[in-house]
């Protein structure tokens, strides 16, 4: 009897056990993927991790790399380094043609002119010229739009047709004025919306490429068709106007009042169709917080009435000293020459306000290293007129390699802008032994996509 007690307790036993256990069956494939995707997940967070330090690790030494070129050409600009500058076109950032980016232009380039002016608006740049320029201004390198100012409009979204159509074309003394002003802010309005950084004036009245046939405000040198106020005394108006917002003749706060006056729509002395352009351009003058921003002006052509008064608007010439090494003195007194109604120049700015430039378009590559090797004595830097034409240049270049071997140099490794790389460094030399080590390399950043 005690045995079946024993029996039927153990039965019990094993019952009450087995209600406990789950009678599904295990889902070990279910189980496996679930540790499987968190290995996954944990492992990509990884890497996702120290992808984004590595890149924050390149950032900063991008950062100091930038931070390096900005104060040296701060000090182009201030005549204590030499001033390197190019003419250039062909500005559209497109990805696959590397000449097309401001940042295939050599590192150590203070400034570039974009030739024929850039009458696009704002909206009309492109992802990629957007990153591009904000690249190209980390380096410290500044863009300003050059050409020949002939008439008012010019360089204008629309040009001169759409401005006669606002403002009119009435010749008097007056209106005359009133134009020259007016074309002045909205030309600075434009250059300020699209991110730029000034503008250099291109000013040949009686030797360049200008139309002179009829009336225009600048050039005009047929009797029948001659400004009222004279071009000399209209071009003279233009550059006080645009010396309110670009250039060295204001800083500080009075710079910074000008600036906030011209996007200002209910400033009492603006024409009532200056609105048009204050308000679309006001958003883009607050975005880029260019209050704060400095803008340059420079001059290149023939300036006729220097005095120590009209110096004082311009940070930088541009010399067009085309086939010869000149100093700026004989520049100026060169140009009065042309015309015979200016006067003789009153005062010489020193040769470290100007740079001499070589025309790469008729193949004066050899002379721009002439020119470098006048800086300090002659000029205060280089220039390349359509700068452009020199990307195709390396040091293998059959005129380079025979330049290298004239002068028995060795140790080049440029392989692109050959030229103008070769003038900054005769500007401001490395040793041979510096340049074995370089390595150049050119580096194209795209926009994240």
């Not at 094993?14 to 995707?37: F, Q, R």
């Not at 001499?356 to 004595?377: M, N, R, V």
Request: proline share 3%; net charge neutral; charged share 30%.
């Amino acid at each position: 009897m005690r045995t079946i007690k024993l029996i039927g307790g153990a039965l019990v036993l094993m019952l009450t056990i087995w209600s406990c256990v789950k009678t599904e069956p295990l889902d070990l494939e279910k189980d496996y993927t679930k540790a499987s995707a968190e290995r996954s997940k944990s492992i990509a967070e990884q890497e996702a991790k120290a992808k984004a330090e590595a890149e924050a690790e390149q950032e900063k030494k991008w950062e100091a790399y930038y931070k390096m070129l900005t104060d040296y050409k701060q000090k182009s600009w201030k005549g204590e380094k030499p001033f390197s500058y190019m003419f250039w076109a062909g500005w559209v950032a497109v990805e696959g043609i590397d000449k097309s980016w401001l940042q295939s232009i050599p590192d150590s380039t203070t400034a570039i002119a974009i030739w024929g002016g850039y009458a696009k608006e704002p909206e009309e740049l492109t992802e990629n010229q957007k990153f591009d320029l904000d690249i190209f201004h980390k380096k410290g390198s500044k863009v300003v739009t050059c050409y020949q100012v002939s008439n008012v409009g010019q360089g204008l979204p629309g040009g001169l047709e759409l401005f006669i159509k606002k403002y009119g074309r009435e010749i008097t003394a007056e209106k005359e004025t009133e134009r020259v002003q007016i074309y002045a802010r909205d030309l600075a309005r434009h250059i300020i919306a699209l991110n730029f950084d000034g503008f250099d004036i291109d000013w040949e009245p009686t030797i360049g490429n200008h139309s002179r046939a009829g009336y225009a405000e600048f050039v005009s040198t047929n009797p029948l068709y001659m400004p009222v106020n004279g071009y000399h005394a209209n071009m003279i108006t233009f550059i006080k106007e645009l010396g309110k917002y670009f250039g060295a003749r204001y800083e500080g706060d009075e710079r910074k009042t000008h600036l906030r006056n011209l996007f200002d729509e209910n400033f009492a002395e603006y024409h009532e169709k200056e609105k048009e352009y204050i308000k679309k351009y006001k958003p883009y003058f607050e975005k880029h917080n260019a209050v704060d921003k400095k803008f340059y002006l420079l001059f290149d052509g023939q300036f006729f009435q220097m005095t120590k008064e009209m110096d004082k608007y311009f940070d930088k010439y541009v010399m067009q000293d085309y086939g010869r090494v000149d100093t700026f003195s004989n520049y100026l007194s060169s140009w009065t020459a042309n015309d015979k109604g200016s006067r003789t120049p009153e005062y010489y700015p020193p040769a470290t306000r100007a740079s001499s430039t070589a025309e790469f378009e008729k193949g004066q590559f050899t002379l721009i290293i002439d020119k470098a090797k006048a800086y300090k004595t002659k000029n205060g830097g280089v220039s390349s007129y359509k700068g452009e034409l020199d990307f195709a240049t390396t040091a293998r270049d059959i005129g380079f390699s025979n330049y290298m071997n004239n002068n028995h140099i060795k140790f080049r490794n440029y392989k692109n802008y050959a030229w103008m790389r070769e003038a900054m460094r005769v500007m401001d030399p490395r040793t041979d032994q510096e340049y074995g080590q370089y390595k150049e390399e050119l580096i194209i950043r795209t926009p994240k996509k």
